[in-house]
């Protein structure tokens, strides 16, 4: 049996963390219940996108990595980048997080 937490509660342990620590949170896509991939989407009051996904390790961890920044010069291609990704896994889950001091949000996560 894995270790994992399947994908649909890890996501509602996210949303309960991002809440209990002032922010809000709000599930864009539903990905697969029990194994889907998480990318995260955090912010702070809308503005200053990254997209956090988790990356395996050689040390067995799974922590979440900054994969994209949004460029405030082109913010259409974050979204454009969320799209294809939807499109290459369809089992994926995007949760928006919009929270003060992302980078600490992020490093609550367990790895």
Same mark, same amino acid.
């Given at each position: &049996?894995?270790? /994992? #937490?399947?994908?649909? =509660?890890? +996501?509602?342990?996210?949303? @309960?963390?991002?809440?209990?620590?002032?922010?809000?949170? &709000? *599930? #864009?896509?539903?990905?697969? %219940?029990?194994?889907?991939?998480?990318?995260?989407?955090? &912010?702070? @009051?809308?503005?200053?996108? %990254?997209?956090?996904? %988790?990356?395996?390790?050689?040390?067995?961890? /799974?922590?979440? *990595?900054?994969?994209?920044?949004?460029?405030?010069?082109?913010?259409?291609?974050?979204?454009?980048?969320?799209? @294809? %990704?939807?499109?290459?896994?369809?089992?994926?889950? *995007?949760?928006? +997080? !919009?929270?003060? !001091?992302?980078? /600490?949000?992020?490093? =609550? =996560?367990?790895?």
């Amino acid at each position: &049996m894995s270790e /994992r #937490l399947p994908a649909h =509660l890890e +996501v509602s342990s996210l949303i @309960r963390l991002a809440e209990s620590n002032g922010g809000f949170a &709000m *599930v #864009l896509h539903k990905g697969e %219940r029990d194994a889907g991939t998480i990318l995260i989407i955090s &912010m702070f @009051r809308g503005a200053d996108m %990254r997209l956090f996904e %988790r990356m395996p390790q050689l040390d067995g961890t /799974r922590p979440f *990595v900054l994969t994209k920044n949004q460029d405030i010069e082109k913010p259409r291609e974050f979204d454009d980048y969320i799209a @294809r %990704r939807r499109s290459q896994d369809p089992d994926i889950w *995007v949760l928006e +997080v !919009d929270i003060d !001091d992302p980078e /600490r949000f992020i490093a =609550l =996560l367990p790895k």
